[in-house]
């Protein structure tokens, strides 16, 4: 409220009639207000004064970033480094560390970003000590996010790591040109600086069965790291919990998680800088199907980041975050016969850990199972082993721990049982009857739900407020009769411009990318991309019409899209159209796989463009874009490129392969693929 006006009184006034308030009456009335002000607060107890309470999560301790003083302080002689992406490698590690106490050691998971990895050389000073690294490869051969700094290290150190022991296992894919870069890098590269490899560099290949390649490396690297160190399994069990539960029944429901990724609150009070730890909460605008007919759901939806002060480029992912679906969320309570509202905390019983909790506590039980948790994808094998112990019928017991064994027998199970019909964990709880489960003890072994990256399908020099998706919805039938959804083509598609004051809103952060259009605009372009394959390069067309409207001269650019009918999902046909009738596209070709009998692809309409391609490619130094699925589209597309190479260019074989490799090198070849 506003101060009153003082009440004032010309001097002719004053002295003509007698002031209604006097200098003494403003004392006292004053003195009397203070005192009952201070009489109001002081009877107050001290609960009921509102206390500056700080943010949990903004307050961060102190962390410790020797890890050779940490593995000191708490008598750990393993460390087990992860370069993690999604979380596979982290729980790889952590998997690993737990495992050490059968074995008489002790270990820890360890986040290269969180530690100085400089400190290696000083490993020696730990009596029988050993760094393992789950090093996971991203992309066209990345280092991880959290591996980055440890990577840039790693290519300058020049060390001695004489005395120091390691083992190396990397997780790859074999449908990307570089497989397990990551992995391979670090074995090599510690052998260089003297360090003593204790057992061989596993290779695990997620194209086929990432799980299944690291037990059987893990059944082989434990027993060479006992002879190594000439100790033997104590056969201690490894299922001990690495998290205490603490129920809250009386909490002030403003301190609870509610799928805030780091910060309480965050989602009310927006703080910028916005990235994987604090996502901007965009709003959908638009929200459209995009094909014109068929079975499947092809959209289109456009976010709002104008009051996020994210910056993008052409080729960059949008980062979302999505929640898994209400009613796999409440038949999960139902079959574990929990109230979804009951507000916990898992507390690391290992206090010097880092990781204070699996994910934001105190949350509800229906928080974590709807944020925080991964509940679509099959279990891996030591979480059905951890599991095991609460099937109440000793057969489905042995067939759990089967399935997490290394036998041959028990891989072909998992295989067959878990992988192969898609069994995420609520099917296996349907599917087990005497399996259940404490929730709690589920939703440590659980995975954290990862965000998905789309390329975005805008150009920020035509669209600098908003970013555009273009995805498909994602669901399969699976041999048990099932349905699955992909999680979050399921929920963005339920994302709709609501225009009731209640947005639908979409957490998200830019992830920048390789995937560039050329420096000088009037390089020219050729862009290889069938079905939502298109997306970045909506991004790219944007931008070329841009240049051209600022007057610069813009070079050839050529696509190559493919759909399956030309009424269906010829997704952007007006747009696409459009851009042709302006001359942005200066040769659109559209490969219509089921249009006629024989299918035809883009790599076809390719071949027969073979001598335009090889001249753009060779005599005008284009730049070769591809965009869609890795494994067979990416491949067959290189082949049209060779073949070109070969028949028009008079390369040998050999020497096309060479040729394309030089240019992914020099950057003039890029993909944005995805398997
Ligand atoms: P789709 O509609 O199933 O396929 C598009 C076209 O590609 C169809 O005509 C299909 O023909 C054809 N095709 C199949 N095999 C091919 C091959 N070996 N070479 C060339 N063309 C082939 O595709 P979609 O559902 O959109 O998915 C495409 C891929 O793009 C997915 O892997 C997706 O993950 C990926 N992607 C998505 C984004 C995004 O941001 N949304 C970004 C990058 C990549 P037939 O089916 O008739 O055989």
Known sequence: MDDPEPITLSPEAEAEEEPLITNLDIFLFSLMAGLLIYWFFSRRTPQDVPQMKPIPSVVTPMRETSFIEKMKKTGRNIVVFYGSQTGTAEAFATQLAKDAQRYGMKGMPADPEEYDMS???????????????????????????????????????????????????????????????????????????????????????DDSNLEEDFVSWKELFWPAVCEFFGVEATGEDCCVRQFELVNHSDINMNQVFTGEMSRLRSYQTQRPPFDSKNPFLATVTANRKLNKGGVRHLMHLELDISASKLRYDAGDHVAVYPTNDVALVNRLGELLAVDLNTVISLNNLDEESNKKHPFPCPSSYRTALTHYLDITSPPRTNVLYELAQYASDPRDQDMMRKMASSSAEGKALYQSWVLAPQRHILAVLEDIHSLRPAVDHLCELLPRLQARYYSIASSAKIHPTSVHICAVLVEYATSTGRTNMGVATTWLKNMVPTGNGHPASVPLYVRKSQFRLPFKASTPVVMIGPGTGIAPFMGFLQERAWQKEQGKEVGETVLYYGCRYRNEDFLYQEELEEFERLGVLTQLNVAFSRDQEHKIYVQDLMKENKEHLWKLIHSQNAHLYVCGDARNMARDVQSAFHQAAEEVGGLSHTQAIDYFKRLMTKGRYSQDVWS
């Not at 959290?146 to 997780?171: C, H, P, R, T």
């Not at 870069?181 to 695990?204: N, P, T």
Request: some cysteine; overall charge negative; charged content about 25%.
């Open 119 to 205: 400190e290696l050389p000083r490993l020696t000073e730990i009596p029988n000590s050993l760094a393992v690294f789950c090093m996971a490869t991203y992309g066209e051969g990345d280092p991880t996010d959290n591996a980055q700094d440890f990577y840039d290290w790693m290519q300058a150190a020049d060390d001695n790591l004489e005395g120091v022991n390691f083992s190396v296992f990397g997780l790859g894919n074999k449908t990307y040109e570089h497989f397990n870069a990551m992995g391979k890098l670090v074995d090599k590269k510690l052998v260089e600086l003297g360090a003593k490899r204790v057992f061989d560099l596993g290779l695990g290949d």
